[in-house]
């Protein structure tokens, strides 16, 4: 298991770093064509919408990283957040529901459950 949790880990990092790239360039992209609006309460209303709908996005990504951070140290802690993590990332197919299944999978072995157990 203690490949599979690597893998896991890694995918968590790959796909976090990814996220919070695509919700930065969402983020420039509404910020842009708030910029081209000649009205400033257009522009205003689509930079707080914009920042309404990325932050949330921003945070998952991040604490998916964290969480694969965590998993390559085989911290014991990590192994519940990235749990709820997968479950959410079953919402995304069809990647996100591959690598979430994948996830769910290793983490809820009982070989993972001891390797865990020490705190890296």
């Known amino acids: 298991m ?8 890694m995918l968590f990092i790959f796909f976090g770093a990814q996220g919070v790239f695509l919700s930065l360039v969402f983020l420039g992209a509404i910020s842009a ?6 009205d400033e309460t257009v522009a205003s209303i689509m930079n ?9 996005f921003l945070l998952i ?4 990283i964290a969480g694969g951070i965590a998993l390559l140290q085989r911290r014991s802690w990590a192994r519940i957040p990235v749990l709820i993590l997968s479950f959410i990332s079953l919402l995304l197919p069809p990647i ?11 983490l809820m072995k009982d070989d993972t459950v001891r390797l865990l157990a020490t705190d890296g």
Not at 33 to 38: F, P
């Open 2 to 9: 203690d490949k599979h949790v690597t893998s896991v880990g």
């Open 33 to 38: 064509g708030a910029r081209l609006s000649d």
């Open 96 to 106: 996100g529901t591959a690598y979430g299944i994948y996830a769910i999978w290793v």
């Open 61 to 64: 990504e991040a604490l998916k």
């Open 48 to 56: 707080v919408i914009g920042l309404s709908v990325i932050v949330p």
